[in-house]
């Protein structure tokens, strides 16, 4: 008599994991295969003087968080990771993380 999944038509337990497996080492492989472009985004001048101490002693700490936007350009995907720097005064009252990446908005401006 067989299981009550497989009467269902529903696979088993253990062939539903190894198909989720498979299924997630393709999209990796697809992902690992796609062209990708580094972009830096750097603090603006304007935002390197400490508020704190008025110092211009800023220093670049590393980089911060990074995002990965994939778009579509002419017939083939293009992964960009966008990495935003981080800068800290020597006081260390203050630091400053560059600005991200453009953001599309979905919603419509009602006027």
């Known amino acids: 008599m067989p299981y009550p999944r497989e009467a269902m038509g ?19 492989a697809l992902r690992a295969s ?11 001048h304007a935002d390197k003087d400490c508020p704190k101490c008025g110092g211009r002693e800023i220093s670049k700490v590393g980089w911060g968080k ?4 994939y778009d579509y350009i002419a017939g083939r ?9 981080v800068m800290a005064c020597s006081c260390g009252e203050h630091s400053v993380t560059a600005d991200g990446p453009p953001r599309l908005s979905i919603h419509p401006v009602m006027a």
């Open 34 to 44: 796609i062209a990708t472009e580094e972009v830096e985004h750097h603090v603006p």
């Open 77 to 85: 995907l293009v992964k960009g990771t966008h990495m935003r720097e």
């Open 66 to 69: 990074t995002s990965e936007i």
């Open 10 to 28: 529903r696979p088993s337990r253990s062939s539903a994991r190894e198909e989720s497996a498979e299924s997630r080492e393709r999209h990796a």
